[in-house]
């Protein structure tokens, strides 16, 4: 079974980073989405349209690596974008 998935673009809101950790926690944000929503449709196929999608507040200090956050939100988005899957 096919799927494609396209996602035309994310926006994120970093409050109190700096521009570098903004990039670095950007950085690849796309391709996690995409492979976890994969990950989690299984053999689902199908065609899902969302225009706007709020996944909310995540609160972590500047202590957190970027990747790290960058997981969170991507599980966060790719959660709920599966749930809209079923």
Same mark, same amino acid.
């Given at each position: 079974? #096919?799927?494609? *998935?396209? *996602? &035309?673009?994310?926006? *994120?809101?970093?409050?109190?980073?700096? @521009?570098?950790? @903004?990039?670095?926690?950007?950085?690849?944000?796309?391709? &996690? +989405?995409?492979?976890? +929503?994969?990950? #989690?449709?299984?053999?689902?196929?199908?065609?899902?349209?969302?225009? #706007?999608? #709020?996944?909310?507040?995540?609160?972590?200090?500047?202590? +957190?690596? @970027?990747?790290?956050?960058?997981?969170?939100?991507?599980?966060?988005? @790719? $959660?709920? *974008?599966? $749930?809209?899957?079923?």
């Amino acid at each position: 079974m #096919n799927k494609k *998935i396209h *996602i &035309e673009k994310i926006q *994120i809101r970093l409050k109190g980073s700096t @521009a570098t950790r @903004a990039r670095s926690i950007g950085q690849g944000l796309g391709d &996690e +989405v995409l492979k976890l +929503v994969a990950e #989690n449709s299984g053999s689902k196929s199908g065609s899902l349209k969302i225009e #706007n999608l #709020n996944s909310g507040k995540i609160s972590s200090g500047q202590g +957190v690596p @970027a990747a790290a956050l960058r997981g969170q939100i991507a599980r966060r988005i @790719a $959660d709920l *974008i599966s $749930d809209r899957m079923k």
